[in-house]
């Protein structure tokens, strides 16, 4: 009898496991998933149809004529598209990594830190958060135009350096992580640039990680910042640069379809290497939220 009671056991847990409610929790997400990757799909599935059944009504949701010709003729007619993307990696990977450290930074500051007006202070630069972007184009224009760096790349990253965003994102993740630590480390001799190397850095992965995915990720899709302070096409980035491809009295889907695939490869690239970092980040966020 208690052999059979013990082999019921597993047979029990079988049942939970497939309850019918866990069953409906896994079709809404493949459901969600598939709404949410079919745009990226389309893309593709644009960027590989040529130009004759891009507008076929209805359309192939396969693409049964699949060629590269698109991109052939992307590469012949936009000569300077590698400069473009040469120019995007640029501009994303400086200031993802001026986000890491300065955002980092102003995050630890505000978490471990103790002087006079330090919560006033971070409620005056979150409230910043309030003032709509397009209110400050014409101050940051203007800042630019003065140091004499427009039609640079410098334009573009420079007013990239750290974010309210990052700061609040690090600042409430390091606000998790146990003063203890930081007080051994000054015990055994390091100074504040060496707790923050060695223990803040090292601990904050997980929203580093979270930080660089949206950094990145926005920077590169970035477009009307550029537009306005870059005028040569050697400096554009390729959201600028892809978007001129558009003819004025017509559009040729295909081929600007095949410059926004190539330009959505890096992202994808980008959040496959940071993603463990990004799951960890939002779980030991939910769980010690």
């Known amino acids: 009898m208690a052999s059979k009671s013990v082999s019921s056991r597993p047979q029990a847990a079988r049942i939970r496991l497939w309850h019918p409610s866990k069953g409906l929790a896994w079709l809404v997400l493949a459901i969600t998933t598939c709404i949410s990757?079919?745009?990226?799909?389309?893309?593709?599935?644009?960027?590989l149809t040529p130009t004759t059944f891009v507008l076929k009504t209805p359309?192939?949701?396969?693409?049964?004529?699949?060629?590269?010709?698109?991109?052939?003729?992307?590469?012949?007619?936009?000569?300077?598209?590698?400069?473009?993307?040469?120019?995007?990696?640029?501009?994303?990977?400086?200031?993802?990594?001026?986000?890491?450290?300065?955002?980092?930074?102003?995050?630890?500051?505000?978490?471990?830190?103790?002087?006079?007006?330090?919560?006033?202070?971070?409620?005056?630069?979150?409230?910043?958060?309030?003032?709509?972007?397009?209110?400050?184009?014409?101050?940051?224009?203007?800042?630019?135009r003065n140091l004499h760096l427009l039609n640079t790349l410098w334009a573009v990253i420079l007013p990239g350096f750290a974010s309210v965003f990052g700061i609040f994102l690090m600042r409430q993740y390091i606000q998790t992580?146990?003063?203890?630590?930081?007080?051994?480390?000054?015990?055994?001799g390091c100074g504040e640039p060496g707790v923050f190397w060695h223990v803040i850095l090292p601990l904050s992965r997980p929203a580093i990680g979270a930080l660089a995915i949206f950094t990145f990720v926005r920077h590169w899709n970035d477009f009307l910042w550029p537009l306005i302070v870059l005028n040569d096409s050697s400096a554009y980035t390729l959201p600028v640069g892809v978007a001129g491809l558009q003819g004025e009295f017509s559009t040729d889907y295909g081929i600007?379809?095949?410059?926004?695939?190539?330009?959505?490869?890096?992202?994808?690239?980008?959040?496959?290497?940071?993603?463990?970092?990004?799951?960890?980040?939002?779980?030991?966020?939910?769980?010690?939220?």
């Open 59 to 144: 359309p192939d949701v396969v693409p049964l004529h699949a060629d590269f010709s698109n991109f052939q003729r992307l590469l012949n007619q936009a000569s300077d598209y590698w400069i473009w993307a040469r120019n995007s990696i640029a501009v994303a990977l400086c200031v993802t990594l001026f986000h890491i450290f300065f955002d980092t930074l102003a995050g630890y500051a505000f978490a471990k830190k103790r002087f006079p007006g330090r919560n006033v202070l971070f409620w005056v630069v979150i409230a910043t958060m309030m003032v709509p972007t397009y209110v400050t184009l014409v101050p940051m224009y203007l800042v630019t």
């Open 256 to 289: 600007i379809f095949a410059g926004a695939a190539l330009a959505a490869l890096p992202m994808i690239i980008f959040f496959l290497i940071f993603q463990r970092y990004f799951l960890e980040g939002v779980r030991m966020g939910a769980l010690k939220g």
């Open 177 to 188: 992580l146990p003063s203890e630590l930081m007080d051994a480390a000054r015990i055994d």
């Open 37 to 47: 990757l079919w745009p990226m799909y389309w893309l593709f599935v644009t960027a």
